[in-house]
């Protein structure tokens, strides 16, 4: 059963852009021969990272939209692991997600705003509020 995943991955700033093309095409060439579908590649750019890591204070963030199994989700991870030029990565179960955030809305929807009641009821309490104190 495939499944719709996110792999970000961050790359040493030292690493040229044309290596940096040739791992993203293994990636996606890895995941394909595997039976999965990546839907969208992202090269999100350098960026500051919040902290040191490994002796590097940048990197070049990607972002892998992919849908494939399990199995083939930890094999990649696997080889992301492995590699000297990757510092940093993470792998998101985006189906779950999706499915959470759906039923959130479907909640929302079904709820009645505030601001979509008749204002009946302000108007009713605005002639009391107008009326002088009695005098003492």
Do not use: C, W
Not at 60 to 72: I, R, T
Not at 86 to 105: G, N, P
């Amino acid at each position: 059963m495939n499944r719709s995943y996110e792999i970000m991955f961050i790359v040493r700033p030292d690493v040229e852009e044309a290596d940096l093309d040739k791992l993203i095409e293994g990636l996606t060439g890895n995941i394909v021969s595997g039976g999965g579908e990546v839907k969208a590649a992202e090269k999100m750019g350098r960026r500051r990272l919040a902290y040191t890591v490994r002796k590097f204070n940048d990197g070049f963030y990607v972002l892998l939209h992919v849908l494939a199994e399990g199995g083939l989700i930890t094999e990649i991870e696997r080889r992301l692991r492995v590699q000297e030029q990757v510092i940093k990565f993470i792998t998101v179960r985006m189906d779950e997600e999706e499915k959470r955030l759906a039923k959130v809305k479907a909640l929302r929807d079904s709820k009645v705003k505030r601001s979509a009641l008749p204002a009946v009821e302000a108007v009713a309490e605005a002639p009391a509020a107008a009326e002088p104190a009695a005098a003492v």
